[in-house]
């Protein structure tokens, strides 16, 4: 079986296992242990000196907590918008009646630093600007550099999801200057879902003090007086935490650098190879995500029995588009557990399947 989706990734057996212990109270000694080991590894992961919660949830939810903790309704947003999960991280902050203003870019494009800082330009009343690290949809990377330094120019908070990236891609957050920063445990971390991790700066702090949006559940504030004691302030999900407990010891002994090497590597296999079937990919190859390949689908072809078949016939789990992409890309996961020959597995069997959904390459 390959399940190669982008979230949620296969997950080691030694941390598979790791799940199936007892369950301890949450408000004891065994969970502040584990809890304060899990989040001094996630601070040298996100690379931050921040706070860190575990947030019960999945990543959606965290990036709800990002906008309710930090925006009052009525605030200016400047949402920079790739793809799919571009405009959710939009719509969130609407729904909790923000002004935003939507700055989007072709699908399979990344955005570009000078457009964004021209539209932070147009409105000296912006306080935050939403930025997806790496948009899951187009199989896309931003540069969040570049990206980040125009916002920290504009002196604008810096929210980022880096659901997708984190821990799998460089996301230095405290180099970057990024005020809160989005992951979840489905995706690269190799545990399952259940938690969302979301660093927090001390420029978030201070708007958190001023910010009215309405938040109960996801209040940091809550999240920080718990985790002083070695808690959260609700009821962990404590068998994923478990896992991510290991998970995290695992990715620091492979060495974060290793790591995103190895996803350089993955990446390339899984986009070398879907050219070499005659497939074009998605994504601006510059920008090409290393752990989610978008694929275009040839002209007639079926990309939906694509996905179907490789699933029924070969257990190779792909996804296929999102939105108004659904049936014209397909998309191959690679991040958190995986190698070189897990994709090229991958690849095997789409060249197996191709010639039967209409591929005439
Ligand atoms: C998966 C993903 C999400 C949504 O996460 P859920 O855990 O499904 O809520 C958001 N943004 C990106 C970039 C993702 O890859």
């Known amino acids: 079986m390959q399940l190669r989706i982008p979230g949620p990734t296969p997950i080691p057996e030694d941390v598979l296992r790791t799940q199936s212990r007892q369950m301890v109270d949450h408000r004891g000694k065994e969970f502040s242990t584990l809890l304060q080991n899990t989040t001094a590894r996630l601070k040298q992961i996100f690379q931050t000196k921040n706070d860190i919660f575990l947030l019960t949830g999945s990543g959606t939810g965290g990036m709800e907590a990002a906008v309710v903790n930090t925006l009052s309704p009525g605030d200016r947003v400047l949402s920079v918008s790739i793809g799919s999960f571009g405009n959710r991280f939009a719509g969130i902050a609407e729904q909790f009646g923000a002004s935003v203003e939507r700055l989007q870019f072709e699908w399979g494009t990344p955005a570009d630093p000078d457009a964004v800082r021209r539209a932070l330009a147009k409105d000296s009343a912006f306080k935050a600007v939403l930025f997806t690290h790496n948009e899951t949809s187009t199989g ?64 978030a702090w201070a708007a958190h003090a001023k910010a009215k949006m309405p938040r109960f559940y996801w209040d940091f504030a809550k999240a920080k007086s718990f985790v002083e004691k070695g808690q959260t302030p609700w009821t962990p999900a404590v068998s994923t935490a478990y896992a991510l407990d290991l998970a995290t010891e695992k990715m620091l002994a492979e060495g974060m650098n290793n790591i995103f090497a190895r996803h350089a590597r993955v990446g390339k296999v899984a986009r070398d190879g879907a050219k070499a079937l005659g497939l074009a990919l998605f994504a601006a190859e510059a920008y090409a995500s290393n752990t989610v390949t978008a694929v275009k689908g040839a002209e007639g072809m079926d990309v939906k029995k694509l996905v179907r078949t490789l699933r029924e016939e070969h257990q190779v789990y792909i996804a296929a588009g999102q939105d108004k992409l659904e049936e014209k890309i397909f998309r191959i996961g690679h991040l958190g557990w995986v190698t070189e020959d897990d994709i090229r597995e991958v690849l095997s069997a789409i060249k197996v399947v191709l010639p039967g959904v209409g591929f005439k390459g």
């Open 140 to 203: 896309v990377t931003n540069d969040l550099a570049s990206l980040a330094r125009v916002a920290r120019e504009a002196g604008v908070l810096i929210l980022v999801d880096a659901i997708s990236s984190l821990g799998s891609i460089d996301l230095p957050v405290d180099k970057w200057g990024c005020d809160v920063v989005v992951t979840a445990s489905q995706k690269g971390w190799m545990a399952p879902p259940g938690i969302a991790m979301a660093s927090v700066s001390e420029k």
